[in-house]
């Protein structure tokens, strides 16, 4: 794909695929049995310069464009879709909306340490009672004086235990989007608790957490843009992390090809290698198609989104395609492993695991396939 690429945009992929390599690779298994990530990755994330991309340089930032996003997340997404899911939502979530709604204060405050890798960011909009149906949130941001006074829980928040600030959507008036406003809230403050959740079939090295916020008092310059724009906000934010997840799929089922042509050669049945068999040379060849198609797919966002066009539809399009296709990917390479793909000591079952979760966070597959056909049809299969 190197033609479709200019020079800037194939140095840091050549950059950011050998700091893969020798930073998450060989890791990668470690962590996934240990349930932890090394937290020191933060750190280093952010003196690359991963944790600032599209970011200005006058923030902190690394600048560069989508497409730069997309190329380094299909790198982290081919070494740890854990790590991967660090800088997803940190940046692609967190800072960048900051960049967007935030006021001047906000982002002069947050965005150096966040791209620096001194702090992280999380994003709360997901509750035990809420997933996919975001603009019926239960989450209470009620006014006390010059300020706010925020109660309610998150589920399934990623990096919420090591995050320090929590972008947190409550509801400041009556029922639907127009109620939701988001906050930016410090995790150390008084009443807000985190609990990190264990036992999770894939993405297990990341630090996902219950967050309880508790009588959780901040100031009116926390509240990110406008009071009753939080739903706004959201929605923004998801579109474009809908590009980054999938180009982050898109890295996952290149580590499977990968591993999967590698395995093939080495591996031998009836005295020759099992890449020599028709049927298996067609698994290989479909994560294959399917990892061009998705790629394609990621950069199309990318540049729509470089170029100020709509790109909603189009993030849908690819984040339901790569999501799917690396879950096939995965299967496709267990296959090509048979037995040895089902145990540890290959990393084609933790791909299959981690890849399950991309189908369905950010917008489920199901999800996605009604913002397409509303966009298509004109009719909101939603009421």
């Given amino acids: 794909m190197d033609l479709e690429l200019g020079d800037a945009h194939r140095a840091l992929r050549e950059v950011a695929g050998a700091w893969v390599d020798k930073e998450v690779v060989p890791h990668a298994a470690a962590w996934d049995r240990a349930?932890?990530?090394?937290?020191?990755?933060?750190?280093?994330?952010?003196d690359m310069g991963f944790l600032g991309i599209e970011i200005p340089e006058e923030y902190?930032?690394?600048?560069?464009?989508?497409?730069?996003?997309?190329?380094l997340l299909e790198e982290l997404g081919r070494g740890d879709s854990a790590v991967r899911g660090i800088v997803s939502v940190s940046l692609g979530l967190v800072a960048k909306s900051i960049k967007s709604y935030g006021s001047e204060e906000q982002k002069r405050h947050w965005l150096p340490r966040l791209c620096a890798g001194e702090a992280l960011g999380c994003f709360g909009l997901t509750e035990p009672e809420t997933g996919s149906d975001a603009a019926n949130l239960a989450t209470k941001a009620v006014r006390d004086g010059d300020g706010w006074v925020l109660s309610g829980t998150k589920i399934f928040i990623t990096n919420g235990t090591w995050a320090e600030v929590a972008v947190i959507?409550?509801?400041?008036?009556?029922?639907?989007?127009?109620?939701?406003?988001?906050?930016l809230v410090p995790t150390d403050t008084?009443?807000?608790?985190?609990?990190?959740?264990?036992?999770?079939?894939?993405?297990?090295?990341?630090a996902t957490a219950e967050l309880v916020l508790d009588g959780v008092r901040v100031p009116d310059s926390a509240?990110?843009?406008?009071?009753?724009?939080?739903?706004?906000?959201?929605m923004s934010a998801l579109d474009k992390g809908r590009m980054g997840v999938a180009a982050g799929c898109v890295g996952?089922?290149?580590?499977?090809?990968?591993?999967?042509?590698?395995?093939?050669?080495?591996?031998?049945?009836?005295?020759?290698?099992?890449?020599?068999?028709q049927l298996v040379q067609e698994l290989i060849a479909d994560i294959a198609v399917d990892v061009e198609a998705a790629r394609l797919l990621a950069w199309r966002v990318a540049d729509l989104v470089d170029r100020g066009q709509p790109f909603g539809t189009a993030a849908s399009v690819a984040k339901l395609f790569a999501s799917e296709a690396a879950v096939k990917a995965a299967n496709n390479a267990i296959?090509?492993?048979?037995?040895?793909?089902?145990?540890?000591?290959?990393?084609?079952?933790?791909?299959?695991?981690?890849?399950?979760?991309?189908?369905?966070?950010?917008?489920?597959?199901?999800?996605?396939?009604?913002?397409?056909?509303?966009?298509?049809?004109?009719?909101?299969?939603?009421?």
């Fill in 35 to 46: 349930e932890a990530v090394d937290r020191a990755i933060v750190r280093k994330l952010g």
């Fill in 60 to 71: 902190g930032g690394s600048g560069g464009d989508a497409l730069s996003y997309c190329v």
């Fill in 169 to 183: 959507f409550a509801r400041t008036g009556g029922h639907g989007p127009k109620g939701i406003t988001a906050f």
């Fill in 190 to 206: 008084t009443g807000f608790t985190r609990t990190e959740i264990k036992g999770k079939l894939g993405l297990r090295g990341q």
């Fill in 223 to 234: 509240r990110l843009g406008a009071e009753g724009g939080g739903f706004t906000i959201a």
């Fill in 252 to 277: 996952l089922a290149r580590a499977c090809l990968e591993a999967s042509v590698r395995y093939a050669r080495e591996r031998e049945q009836f005295g020759k290698p099992i890449a020599s068999y």
């Fill in 335 to 383: 296959q090509v492993f048979g037995g040895y793909g089902y145990i540890d000591e290959y990393p084609v079952q933790k791909y299959l695991r981690d890849a399950r979760v991309l189908t369905l966070y950010e917008g489920t597959s199901q999800i996605q396939k009604l913002l397409i056909g509303r966009a298509l049809t004109g009719v909101n299969a939603f009421v």
